[in-house]
């Protein structure tokens, strides 16, 4: 099959004028270099190389004792045995990571690779090679791991300290159980009140206890992107909240919801918190309607839509609400431990997006969620 | 070997679940736990073990009688929930036991979940605490086995 045309055409720019290779070298190299195999003391090295290094080019001579003078000797040394296999042997690639000093003490990460050319016999007279700074991309590897240990020791520490506090929380229950079943009725009436209230207190434990161990475990989680149905999550979401949503009086409105790319698990649990949460607010004698409601805007972002007919939120709570640990209402009130909005906005955050609130007081609150629509 | 044996159902009286063993490193819980099995009505005959080598110690004598289910413990000092599953299937195969149950402090932790999955002797998980519920499980579990090997038999016949 013939060539293309139009890479005839670059092929013949690219050897004839000069301002391609200028252009090639600037918008994709950060340095150049030259290398006179025959005069190894001569290798001619592109200034924007030594501006890497914080060094002004004027001061330099061209000869690779500058270079290895300001590189990390390891990675000289691994530097050195490629340079010699690729002389030997053209397959062998000369291509590494070599760490530089800066003037000012800091370390620059560069990607060096070059390729020997060669005379008739096959022997390697010069080498000429390219610079990629990489540092950045280094540093963003580096912060990410430490992270994820960061992130993975807080994980171990709140299991380990959930699990501790459940166990006796857990054993004061069953005494309490048991005092109930087997004394309760040589208890006063006002006794048995006192142990029945201690029994609710530590069945609320126990869930806070639970859904502090949910909220730390999606901390950093490794998070598995899979194609996310939004709509059928909702229905089975709906499916099991069928019973309390009933004897709460509560309707939901399910329209069309879109698919995404999102981890699975923290979906189900951002709709699942965000339609329980609507429900707990709602009004004894109002209107109990809460309207699921969804759609990808043009830009390849979801919005997701909450709006529920409630009790409302004052404007000056708003950030409240998303924050760990806090309530608006005494737990008698409306039963809760401040975790479902701050899960909420962790798991938004852990996909790259943002979760508002608009509400009136005493008229309703409509959540809106918005995610990019797929993970990058 | 320390631990303690109580009957509450002659087993003339067939209970549903003959011979219980419990093992909690928690001499609390284990008090309670007595008191539920006690009161469930379900089962002849109990043995509590403070720490999983002791239990294991009990498993590893020739003479014992059937052990119809074991509730075991995770979290536990020196030999823990899983070591012992390891060490008790190793030894002693996977009949060691009808059925095991795992009991859970705080749901299943995934981990946990991929380590007790590993042997087929684990039967059921149950979250702390334990109530009359749980125990009537493991008798409906143990009575649908008993039913499915008195087909066997019976095919053989």
Request: proline residues 3%; aromatic residues 6%; contains cysteine.
């Amino acid at each position: 099959m013939a060539e293309h045309y139009l890479k005839t055409e670059l092929d013949h720019q690219m050897s004839t004028n000069p301002e391609m290779w200028s252009f090639v070298q600037q918008a994709s190299l950060d340095g150049v270099w030259y290398w006179d195999l025959e005069r190894p003391d001569q290798e001619w090295m592109s200034p924007e190389f030594w501006r890497l290094f914080g060094i002004d080019p004027a001061t330099k001579s061209h000869n690779p004792a500058e270079w290895q003078d300001i590189v990390n000797q390891d990675d000289l040394k691994i530097a050195l045995v490629n340079f010699e296999l690729h002389c030997a042997d053209p397959a062998h690639p000369y291509d590494q990571l070599v760490r530089y000093r800066h003037s000012d003490g800091s370390t620059i990460w560069v990607r060096c690779r070059g390729r020997a050319i060669r005379n008739e016999e096959g022997k390697a007279i010069r080498m000429f090679g390219v610079h990629n700074e990489i540092t950045a991309v280094r540093r963003r590897h580096e912060t990410g791991r430490e992270l994820d240990a960061a992130n993975s020791e807080l994980r171990d520490f709140a299991y380990a300290v959930s699990h501790d506090l459940k166990s006796p929380v857990n054993t004061v229950g069953m005494l309490l159980g048991e005092l109930q079943e087997a004394e309760g009725e040589h208890l006063s009436q006002d006794g048995q009140h006192l142990v029945a209230l201690a029994r609710e207190s530590i069945e609320r434990m126990q869930i806070f206890i639970e859904e502090l161990l949910r909220y730390t475990s999606i901390i950093g989680e490794v998070v598995e992107f899979v194609p996310v149905s939004l709509q059928s999550l909702a229905e089975g979401i709906l499916q099991e909240l069928d019973e309390q949503f009933r004897a709460a009086n509560v309707v939901v409105d399910l329209q069309p919801l879109p698919q995404l790319i999102a981890h699975k698990e923290q979906m189900r649990l951002l709709l699942s918190n965000l339609l329980t949460n609507a429900a707990k607010f709602s009004r004894a004698g109002a209107g109990n309607r809460i309207t699921l409601s969804g759609e990808t805007t043009e830009d390849n972002r979801v919005i997701l839509k909450v709006a529920d007919q409630g009790v409302g939120i004052g404007r000056e709570d708003f950030e409240k609400i998303f924050t760990i640990f806090t309530r608006l209402h005494r737990s008698e009130q409306i039963a809760g431990n401040g975790l479902g909005l701050a899960l909420c906005r962790r798991i938004v955050m852990n996909h790259g997006g943002r979760i508002t609130v608009e509400s009136d007081l005493g008229a309703g609150s409509c959540f809106t969620v918005e995610l990019p629509q797929s993970q990058t | 070997m320390t631990y303690e044996k109580h009957r509450f159902i002659p087993e003339d009286d067939s209970p549903a679940i003959r011979n219980l063993m419990v093992v909690d490193d928690n001499k609390v819980d284990q008090m309670i736990y007595r008191r539920i099995i006690k009161r469930s009505g379900l089962v002849g005959q109990v043995l509590q073990f403070l720490s999983a080598e002791e239990a294991l110690a009990h498993l590893r004598q020739k003479d014992r009688a059937v052990v119809d289910a074991i509730l075991l413990d995770i979290n536990m000092p020196r030999m823990d929930g899983f070591e012992f599953l390891a060490a008790a299937t190793e030894e002693l195969g996977d009949s060691f036991t009808r059925m095991l149950v795992v009991m859970l402090t705080t749901s299943l932790d995934p981990r946990d979940a991929a380590r007790a999955s590993q042997f087929s002797v684990v039967k059921q998980y149950l979250n702390k605490p334990l109530v009359q519920k749980h125990l009537e499980q493991i008798a409906d579990y143990l009575n649908r086995t008993t039913a499915a090997r008195g087909d066997v038999s019976m095919a053989r016949g």
